[in-house]
């Protein structure tokens, strides 16, 4: 963590088993909760790469409510990555004009627990031409700060696509 309890997270989320890229969208209705909505297909599996910088020690990863192994792939003295993989297997396809929530908690050493949650778009697995329009999801930040080992602050979230749209 750094001098401040100041710690960045990054996410993103790609498409396995070819590291296939994730696409989001703009909502042009107010009646969802969130902007952009991350457009993933049914039976599917994703991989979820999670960095810190500064490094830090996660401990525990849920997805949807379900707890998955993270594991640490990349450390050192300036940051740290984890990968852990998302299946959407058993998961209906949204109805028409709704979206889904999707979780993701961490529960970080010496800074607590930390939660974000995705606003989604289920489409059938027989329906990529929907699930890959749109602009590609390059990353989800989240600017975090701890005082005294408890997670005071998530500053900001922010959905980074590669078109520019943020």
Known sequence: MGADGHFRVTLSIRREPAA????????TS???RQLKTVKLSCEATYRLDISF?????LQSLTIGGKQVEAIERAR???ACAYSAYHSTEGIPASARGHREELQIAMRVLGSGYLATCLQIKYYRADDQSHCEWGS???CIELDCSSVEG???????T?????????
């Not at 296939?20 to 909502?27: A, N, T």
């Not at 408890?150 to 900001?156: D, K």
């Open 20 to 27: 296939g890229p994730v696409y989001c969208k703009m909502e």
């Open 30 to 32: 107010a009646r969802f």
């Open 53 to 57: 910088k500064p490094p830090q020690l």
């Open 76 to 78: 050192d003295g300036t």
């Open 136 to 138: 590609r999801l390059h």
């Open 150 to 156: 408890r997670l005071v602050t998530n500053l900001a």
């Open 158 to 166: 922010r959905l980074l696509t590669l078109n520019g749209c943020t």
